[in-house]
């Protein structure tokens, strides 16, 4: 039967061509051909054996998965033997492809244009193929085109089709299963352009530590968000989250003095998943965004929850995840340069790229601008999306080679009297990181009452990663404030660098290291910089679940003189979908 095969390849174009399609495999030489194709069919005894038949099912199966994984990617009908790039005149099968292609219409190719046809095919793939070429002569037939198709041809798919009965049965058994399948989801699906998405986290921390550990108790806090994520052309994505938490922070606090009362920390020590969280488990929209391609740069467009990370490159990975996700860092602090978190809200930012992708030393960069107000709702005055608390960002963003990025950001903002430099426009303007120094803004140090301040703020961004199991990251920024009032303005400053080993122990686990200064000012009152080391290692336990204990150490909290030191013990995990 195998001698009936070959002879019928080589009197057939059209199977030939079968042959060739199959998996994007071919026959490089007769010689390669002959071995895969003299595999013998079961003979009655083989099959009249249980195990053995069992045996060869699993094979088969094996085989038409591995055919399956092989071929995600495949394109559609060719209508010129040309497109291929790896297919060429001079080839020995140039001509029964081009036959098959002008004849039938059942060989296809790769997306980046390639047959691939110098490698050989098993019996599997090459059923898949003879299945594809049936179908096609099946058509053809239907829609009164026979006088196309050759009796010699009807011939030798007749007994093509009867040595490959197994296989092409298997194969059309499990297309009928995938079409009931993709039919069931697409009648039961959510939507036909927008995708669920949530995170849950769990998270159980306590402090130690002298001033700090006296005023808080270990917890077990919580926060949900859960995102729809619409798609209109493909191409853009509306984002609309809601999200709710029960984490209230920590009460960071450095030695106390002689009145009696402790120096609180602002921002410093505050984990991501307090972001964004009401305190009561209350539920919220706390982001709707848009994005949309226009040309070759892209538009961000905020109404509510927007921050300059949804947009720019903060070159921080395996420390970043998304807007205070619960995959990456435990802090606010190790995740993204604190100059990120300048202002929030609604607003509008543009990311138009540059450099070319064949480029052997500037891979494709890009040029971000961004303008974000954080009372943009508010028609009262003082508020508004010009008159109010805003930031505008404007960032270069390198990627040198395939190892490197850089960014180098600048962000001008203006800040109502009573606001915080590091807020994000969220939580009602409560400090998102730094001391507390660092983070008040506008008194008068004459009157002492509040007033308005512009910042400047100046910050480096840098990753490094020499190979897939190291990456080294870090930045640093500076904030030079402008008070309205007499004798009110500072400078703050920050820095951290992190080492991450992803996979450690297991694909999808990281190890984490970050240090560095949490935003600090040494203006009146600040005499010590407010150190913080943090360690975690995340745990994949599944495709959807992650545990990560870490511990958190923080020097001088309040920036006092004479300060003690906060100890905190996290234990996140994290359920998405």
């Not at 108790?217 to 853009?236: H, I, N, P, W, Y």
Request: some cysteine.
């Amino acid at each position: 039967m195998s001698n009936i095969l070959w002879k019928s390849l080589v009197v057939s174009p059209a199977i030939l061509g079968a042959a060739l399609l199959v998996s994007s495999t071919a026959i490089a030489a007769t010689t390669t051909t002959k071995e895969v194709l003299s595999v013998e069919t079961s003979s009655a005894t083989e099959v009249s054996q249980k195990p053995e038949v069992l045996a060869k099912e699993a094979q088969v199966l094996a085989q038409v998965n591995r055919y399956s994984n092989e071929n995600k990617d495949s394109l559609s009908q060719v209508t010129s033997v040309s497109q291929f790039s790896d297919v060429q005149p001079t080839d020995w099968a140039f001509q029964a492809l081009q036959s098959l292609v002008e004849r039938y219409g059942c060989i296809a190719g790769y997306p980046n244009g390639t047959f691939r046809g110098n490698r050989a095919l098993s019996r599997y793939e090459f059923a898949a193929g003879l299945n594809s070429c049936l179908d096609r002569v099946n058509e053809l037939i239907a829609t009164a085109t026979a006088d196309m198709v050759t009796k010699q041809d009807l011939a030798t798919l007749q007994r093509l089709q009867e040595e490959f009965s197994a296989e092409l049965a298997t194969l059309r058994g499990r297309v009928d299963a995938l079409e009931a399948r993709t039919a069931e989801l697409e009648a039961n699906q959510f939507s036909t352009t927008t995708k669920l998405k949530g995170e849950a986290i769990f998270a159980v921390t306590d402090t130690f530590g002298n001033e700090t550990g006296k005023a808080n108790r270990a917890v077990f806090q919580d926060r949900v968000r859960l995102g729809l994520e619409t798609s209109f052309t493909g191409r853009d994505m509306l984002t609309t989250r809601l999200a709710a938490g029960n984490a209230t922070g920590f009460d960071f606090r450095d030695n106390t003095p002689p009145d009696g009362n402790s120096i609180a920390a602002a921002g410093i020590g505050k984990q991501t998943f307090e972001v964004g969280s009401t305190g009561a488990n209350s539920v919220r929209i706390d982001k709707l965004t848009y994005e949309a391609p226009v040309g070759p740069a892209r538009v961000y467009l905020a109404a509510s929850g927007g921050q300059h990370s949804d947009y720019a490159a903060v070159n921080n990975p395996y420390f970043f995840d998304k807007t205070d996700g619960g995959k990456g860092a435990l802090t606010t602090f190790a995740s993204e340069n604190p100059i990120y978190r300048i202002g929030g809200g609604s607003g509008i930012a543009l990311n138009v790229p540059f450099g070319k992708p064949g480029d052997s030393f500037l891979k494709p960069s890009s040029i971000t601008l961004g303008y974000l107000a954080s009372n943009a709702n508010d028609p009262s005055p003082s508020n508004g999306l010009f008159d109010g608390n805003y930031a505008a960002l404007g960032q270069l963003n390198f990627n040198v080679g395939n190892r490197v990025a850089l960014a180098a950001t600048y962000v001008h903002g203006y800040h109502k009297a009573g606001s915080t430099l590091f807020d994000s426009g969220i939580n009602g303007g409560t400090a998102l990181v730094g001391s507390s120094q660092a983070n008040s803004l506008g008194v008068d140090r004459t009157t002492l009452a509040a007033s308005a301040s512009s910042s400047n703020s100046y910050g480096i961004s840098a990753a490094f990663k020499p190979s897939e199991r190291l990456s080294v990251s870090g930045f640093v920024s500076y904030h030079d404030v402008t008070g309205f009032g007499a004798n009110d303005d500072k400078e703050a400053w920050s820095y951290g660098v992190g080492l991450a080993l992803p996979d450690f122990g297991r694909k999808g686990n990281v190890l984490g290291i970050f240090g560095g200064a949490q935003p600090y000012s040494l203006g009146a009152g600040a005499g010590e910089t407010p150190y913080q080391v943090e360690g975690f290692y995340k745990y994949r336990v599944s495709e959807n679940i992650s545990v990560t204990p870490g511990v958190i150490w923080v020097t001088s909290p309040g920036q006092a003189t004479n300060s003690s030191d906060a100890f905190i013990g996290t234990l996140r995990t994290t359920f998405s979908f």
